[in-house]
């Protein structure tokens, strides 16, 4: 390790830290989803929106968020972020009615949406060389694993005693952030920055957003209803004039300049066929719900999940350093659909270790592919698209997870309806439906990675970069 990269790496793991509060919150409400529907008394037409709340406005303002942070400072929506996510993981707590906790957990996806691109951005101008970036990237990746395989673990023990209790575990690491932020991160921002902001992008893409994942969740359950239609027509309304706008406004939420890179397109792509083929959302409801596993056996039985992500972390730098990032990509793809493959046979009777080797094979491969896909999008974005390029490609993950999740659930009542077996084994079948759906967005994303991607076996060093390519991570003495 030389001197410049460990002098970065105390910055380096704040913002580390950061990303861990995102997963953790995410999982620990994965688990938690049975207990805060009876507990709040939600329908089960609401189930899907205590996820896709959060997952709207945190994809929706994604790029609204890298947009702020090469404009104002990546360092103040950095801390901005954080201090929103954690006021409104208390507000979350105290939800006493489904309505105030889908608003408050709609909130918390606004701060996340300013953190992430902000994050992003400062790696990727802090650490320009390739193999100091592929090193941060593989440490950043492995803090966002441990965040979730706490929530995991430590999520689903809470749980069981009360879901409320998870949420106020990213306060006082909010607050510890938010007070050595200005202590280990120098500002930066973008000297090429428009000084004009697109709201009306940013409010056009989230309620075109909104309606196309309502429409899908609303059609799955109860088909082609004028409520559903009337949903399709407004997403697409919205999302054309989403289009035009961003050809005739002077500071684009979406800058056309950046659709014009072959491979910010095929990675932001492949980032959401990558993030829909996420099976572990599946895996967990399938123990809960097929195998009968309380919240806290649930967290622990998943817990190699993520102890295998921590260790893709490190192979993935070597394949990455020996073979580039779109044949590590592919790698890690076929390796995620062998074992998508092997989840689609389980059923009520499946071993622990029949599921436990498939879903160490999905989590060797959606790592490794996933650190490999953050550099093809920001290779041939300038220095003023920092923080934008970075906001698209965590918009593309959260918008799969937006788009899947309802998708999923929906699925699940569907395949269930083709078993006329018992209502225990319907189930298992609508899990293996399920799957099927998975390993479809996971073929897919090696077809779009195969076809559109072009390699290069380093990212451009910052002399190679527009601008003042100044790092924006640095240790004040």
């Given at each position: 390790m030389d001197q410049t990269f460990r002098d970065r790496l105390p910055a380096l793991m704040l913002i580390c830290m950061t990303q861990f509060m995102i997963p953790f919150d995410y999982m620990s409400i994965t688990l938690s989803i049975t207990s805060i529907r009876s507990d709040l008394g939600m329908s089960p037409s609401?189930?899907?929106?205590?996820?896709?709340?959060?997952?709207?406005?945190?994809g929706g303002l994604l790029l609204l968020g890298g947009k702020l942070a090469d404009l104002y400072g990546r360092r103040r929506m950095l801390i901005i972020g954080l201090l929103i996510f954690g006021s409104f993981s208390i507000a979350t707590a105290f939800s006493t009615s489904p309505g105030f906790f889908l608003a408050a957990r709609a909130c918390k996806g606004v701060g996340s949406a300013m953190i992430c691109p902000a994050m992003l951005a400062i790696l990727n101008t802090a650490f320009p060389e390739a193999r100091e970036r592929h090193r941060a990237l593989a440490v950043y990746w492995f803090?966002?694993?441990?965040?979730?395989a706490i929530g995991t673990g430590l999520g689903g023990f809470l749980s069981d005693i009360s879901w409320r209790l998870t949420l106020f575990v990213n306060v006082p690491l909010a607050l510890t952030l938010v007070t050595l932020a200005p202590r280990l991160l120098s500002e930066s921002r973008s000297p090429f920055a428009d000084r004009q902001l697109d709201y009306g992008g940013a409010f056009l893409s989230m309620v075109g957003i909104?309606?196309?994942?309502?429409?899908?969740?609303?059609?799955m359950r109860f088909g082609l209803t004028a409520v559903t239609i009337a949903s399709i027509a407004l997403s697409t309304v919205c999302l054309f004039a989403l289009y035009r706008l961003e050809r005739v406004h002077p500071s684009p939420l979406m800058p056309p300049r950046l659709f014009t890179i072959r491979n910010v397109i095929g990675a932001n792509v492949f980032t959401f066929f990558w993030g829909a083929a996420n099976s572990k959302f599946l895996v967990a409801r399938f123990l809960e719900e097929v195998q009968h596993y309380s919240a806290g056996e649930a967290g622990t039985a998943l817990l190699p999940y993520s102890l295998v992500s921590l260790f893709a972390a490190a192979v993935a730098v070597r394949l990455l350093d020996r073979f580039g990032a779109i044949r590590t990509m592919l790698i890690g793809s076929g390796i995620e659909g062998i074992g998508i493959i092997a989840l689609c046979m389980v059923g009520p009777g499946t071993l622990y270790v029949a599921i436990l080797a498939s879903t160490v094979a999905t989590a060797l491969g959606f790592a490794v592919a996933g650190i490999a896909s953050k550099l093809p999008a920001c290779w041939e974005a300038d220095d003023r698209d920092q923080g934008i390029a970075s906001g698209m490609v965590f918009a593309m993950q959260q918008l799969a997870n937006a788009f899947a999740i309802p998708i999923y659930l929906a699925v699940l009542d569907v395949g269930a309806t083709w078993s006329a077996?018992?209502?225990?084994?319907a189930l298992a079948n609508g899990y293996r439906v399920a799957f099927a759906v998975a390993?479809?967005?996971?073929?897919?994303?090696?077809?779009?990675?195969?076809?559109?991607?072009?390699?290069?076996?380093?990212?451009?060093?910052?002399?190679d970069l527009p601008g003042e390519g100044q790092p924006a991570l640095a240790v004040e003495r």
């Amino acid at each position: 390790m030389d001197q410049t990269f460990r002098d970065r790496l105390p910055a380096l793991m704040l913002i580390c830290m950061t990303q861990f509060m995102i997963p953790f919150d995410y999982m620990s409400i994965t688990l938690s989803i049975t207990s805060i529907r009876s507990d709040l008394g939600m329908s089960p037409s609401m189930t899907p929106w205590i996820m896709s709340s959060y997952l709207l406005t945190f994809g929706g303002l994604l790029l609204l968020g890298g947009k702020l942070a090469d404009l104002y400072g990546r360092r103040r929506m950095l801390i901005i972020g954080l201090l929103i996510f954690g006021s409104f993981s208390i507000a979350t707590a105290f939800s006493t009615s489904p309505g105030f906790f889908l608003a408050a957990r709609a909130c918390k996806g606004v701060g996340s949406a300013m953190i992430c691109p902000a994050m992003l951005a400062i790696l990727n101008t802090a650490f320009p060389e390739a193999r100091e970036r592929h090193r941060a990237l593989a440490v950043y990746w492995f803090c966002s694993v441990a965040g979730g395989a706490i929530g995991t673990g430590l999520g689903g023990f809470l749980s069981d005693i009360s879901w409320r209790l998870t949420l106020f575990v990213n306060v006082p690491l909010a607050l510890t952030l938010v007070t050595l932020a200005p202590r280990l991160l120098s500002e930066s921002r973008s000297p090429f920055a428009d000084r004009q902001l697109d709201y009306g992008g940013a409010f056009l893409s989230m309620v075109g957003i909104g309606a196309a994942i309502f429409s899908i969740t609303n059609a799955m359950r109860f088909g082609l209803t004028a409520v559903t239609i009337a949903s399709i027509a407004l997403s697409t309304v919205c999302l054309f004039a989403l289009y035009r706008l961003e050809r005739v406004h002077p500071s684009p939420l979406m800058p056309p300049r950046l659709f014009t890179i072959r491979n910010v397109i095929g990675a932001n792509v492949f980032t959401f066929f990558w993030g829909a083929a996420n099976s572990k959302f599946l895996v967990a409801r399938f123990l809960e719900e097929v195998q009968h596993y309380s919240a806290g056996e649930a967290g622990t039985a998943l817990l190699p999940y993520s102890l295998v992500s921590l260790f893709a972390a490190a192979v993935a730098v070597r394949l990455l350093d020996r073979f580039g990032a779109i044949r590590t990509m592919l790698i890690g793809s076929g390796i995620e659909g062998i074992g998508i493959i092997a989840l689609c046979m389980v059923g009520p009777g499946t071993l622990y270790v029949a599921i436990l080797a498939s879903t160490v094979a999905t989590a060797l491969g959606f790592a490794v592919a996933g650190i490999a896909s953050k550099l093809p999008a920001c290779w041939e974005a300038d220095d003023r698209d920092q923080g934008i390029a970075s906001g698209m490609v965590f918009a593309m993950q959260q918008l799969a997870n937006a788009f899947a999740i309802p998708i999923y659930l929906a699925v699940l009542d569907v395949g269930a309806t083709w078993s006329a077996a018992s209502p225990e084994e319907a189930l298992a079948n609508g899990y293996r439906v399920a799957f099927a759906v998975a390993l479809f967005f996971i073929v897919t994303a090696g077809i779009v990675a195969t076809i559109f991607l072009r390699d290069r076996r380093q990212a451009p060093d910052a002399a190679d970069l527009p601008g003042e390519g100044q790092p924006a991570l640095a240790v004040e003495r």
